[in-house]
Every structure is written in structure tokens, then in C-alpha cells.
């Protein structure tokens, strides 16, 4: 898909559909702007569109940053820390090396301020999807192979508000905001979609298995409810 820059808002996306009938603008998962055009529209529509909407842009953006809270020294998922350190730059950066997530923080900015939440949050999804793809693989696999159940293959998501998903052809998705949880909540979660790969519905054969995959599932299942995926 083509993608276009702008000063202000960063990446645009775009996306061809031949059922748009006009461009349309809204915000992506990961916090960025898409843009739906029809399929023979010139780009430079969507540029006088961003150009003209800037404030109901501003808005829209301001309204769609989930409602995180960052502070420096916080642990981010099982390996990373983020670090704030002061800069003469006149927009934040974010930078990740080893296991350190490092704020450069321009003078009056604070982590709350939605133009560092933006860039600090693009940080901490690429973290946690590292952390995802290098742990949850191995224990899905080895909880499936331990209980002798099976699966076609696994996925990776943050769009969703769930923790995880089983699909009819047994594909297991996973949400990397896992990672943020303590470790007997992930192979709760991993159970209960292992339980799916045999019963699709949440009957009673389907919690009996996750009880026996899980004897302590509702205890999990109850401290789960405390969390969310919010990245």
C-alpha cells in the first residue's frame, strides 16, 4: 500500500477499495493515520484532505490514544525498561537498544503529552512483539505437546481488545500484549485457546478442559479481568 509522509502526523497510509466513494480518514491500531480512497483517485487528495482537516485530525488522534500511563524506570513487557533522558530536539525521539527503551524528551514535554504517548507507544509495540515471537511460540508449543493437543499455526495481533483467539481451521492468535502479564496469566490464556482447538463454544466440556490444562483457572480467570491489552 502506498504510504505518504506528512511533517506533522507522520506516516499515512493508503488504501485503494473499490467501494470508497470519497477519501475517508481514521486512525489505524498503531495510532497512525489511514487513508481509504477510490481505486483511480490521485494521492494528492488525500494531501488536501490532511492539509484542510488538520485540526479535526488533531482531534480525532487526541481522542484515539488509549489511556496509558508511562513513567521512566517502568518495565515494559519481560526484558525492556524505558529510560527518559533531556534533549535540545524540538520533537521527541525514541530509540531501543538491548533492553532499554530510551525517551528523548524535549523541554517542556512531559510522557503524558500526546505527541510523546504516540512515538513512545510505536516503541513499546515493536518491544513487545520482539518479546512476543520469542516467547510464545516455544510455550504454546510446549503446553500443546504437554497436554497432547494441536494446532495449524500461531499469529500475532495488538488491534484487538482480546487476549487471545482460536479460529475453526486452528489458528491461534495471540495478543503481544501477553507479554505485560505475569507468566501464569499467559499460559492461562494459551490453555484457553488450546481448549478451543476441541470445543469452539464455552460449554461445559469446554471450561472442564481448560480446568484440567489449568486446575487454577479460575483464579486466573478472575485476575485476567483486572488487566487489558492496551498497549
Same mark, same amino acid.
Given at each position: 500500500?502506498?504510504?505518504?509522509?506528512?511533517?506533522?502526523?507522520?506516516?499515512?497510509?493508503?488504501?485503494?477499495?473499490?467501494?470508497?466513494?470519497?477519501?475517508?480518514?481514521?486512525?489505524?491500531?498503531?495510532?497512525?493515520?489511514? %487513508?481509504?480512497?477510490?481505486?483511480? +483517485?490521485?494521492?494528492? /487528495?488525500? &494531501? !488536501? #484532505?490532511?492539509?484542510?482537516?488538520?485540526?479535526?485530525?488533531?482531534?480525532?488522534?487526541?481522542?484515539?490514544?488509549?489511556?496509558?500511563?508511562?513513567?521512566?524506570?517502568?518495565?515494559?513487557?519481560?526484558?525492556?525498561?524505558?529510560?527518559?533522558?533531556?534533549?535540545?530536539?524540538?520533537?521527541?525521539?525514541?530509540?531501543?537498544?538491548?533492553?532499554?527503551?530510551?525517551?528523548?524528551?524535549?523541554?517542556?514535554?512531559?510522557?503524558?503529552?500526546?505527541?510523546?504517548?504516540?512515538?513512545?507507544?510505536?516503541?513499546?509495540? %515493536?518491544?513487545?512483539?520482539?518479546? +512476543?515471537?520469542?516467547? /510464545?511460540? &516455544? !510455550? #504454546?508449543?510446549?503446553?500443546?505437546?504437554?497436554?497432547?493437543?494441536?494446532?495449524?499455526?500461531?499469529?500475532?495481533?495488538?488491534?484487538?481488545?482480546?487476549?487471545?483467539?482460536?479460529?475453526?481451521?486452528?489458528?491461534?492468535?495471540?495478543?503481544?500484549?501477553?507479554?505485560?502479564?505475569?507468566?501464569?496469566?499467559?499460559?492461562?490464556?494459551?490453555?484457553?485457546?488450546?481448549?478451543?482447538?476441541?470445543?469452539?463454544?464455552?460449554?461445559?466440556?469446554?471450561?472442564?478442559?481448560?480446568?484440567?490444562?489449568?486446575?487454577?483457572?479460575?483464579?486466573?480467570?478472575? +485476575?485476567?479481568?483486572?488487566?487489558?491489552?492496551?498497549?
Amino acid at each position: 500500500m502506498p504510504i505518504i509522509e506528512d511533517e506533522e502526523f507522520g506516516k499515512i497510509t493508503i488504501r485503494r477499495s473499490p467501494r470508497a466513494s470519497q477519501v475517508r480518514l481514521r486512525v489505524a491500531p498503531d495510532g497512525t493515520l489511514r %487513508a481509504s480512497i477510490p481505486m483511480y +483517485a490521485p494521492l494528492f /487528495l488525500v &494531501k !488536501r #484532505l490532511v492539509r484542510n482537516s488538520r485540526d479535526e485530525l488533531r482531534a480525532l488522534l487526541a481522542h484515539s490514544i488509549p489511556q496509558a500511563h508511562y513513567e521512566a524506570g517502568m518495565a515494559i513487557g519481560k526484558q525492556h525498561s524505558l529510560l527518559v533522558k533531556p534533549t535540545t530536539l524540538r520533537t521527541p525521539k525514541v530509540t531501543t537498544s538491548g533492553n532499554y527503551i530510551t525517551v528523548q524528551l524535549p523541554a517542556g514535554k512531559t510522557l503524558q503529552d500526546a505527541s510523546v504517548v504516540k512515538v513512545v507507544r510505536e516503541a513499546i509495540i %515493536a518491544a513487545l512483539r520482539q518479546e +512476543a515471537k520469542s516467547y /510464545l511460540p &516455544k !510455550r #504454546l508449543a510446549f503446553l500443546a505437546s504437554q497436554h497432547g493437543l494441536s494446532y495449524e499455526r500461531v499469529r500475532f495481533s495488538h488491534a484487538s481488545g482480546r487476549w487471545g483467539s482460536c479460529s475453526t481451521s486452528g489458528t491461534i492468535s495471540l495478543n503481544i500484549a501477553l507479554m505485560k502479564l505475569p507468566f501464569e496469566l499467559i499460559d492461562y490464556v494459551i490453555c484457553h485457546e488450546l481448549a478451543h482447538t476441541k470445543n469452539m463454544n464455552h460449554s461445559d466440556s469446554f471450561w472442564q478442559l481448560v480446568g484440567e490444562l489449568d486446575p487454577q483457572y479460575t483464579l486466573h480467570r478472575r +485476575a485476567l479481568k483486572n488487566e487489558t491489552p492496551t498497549i
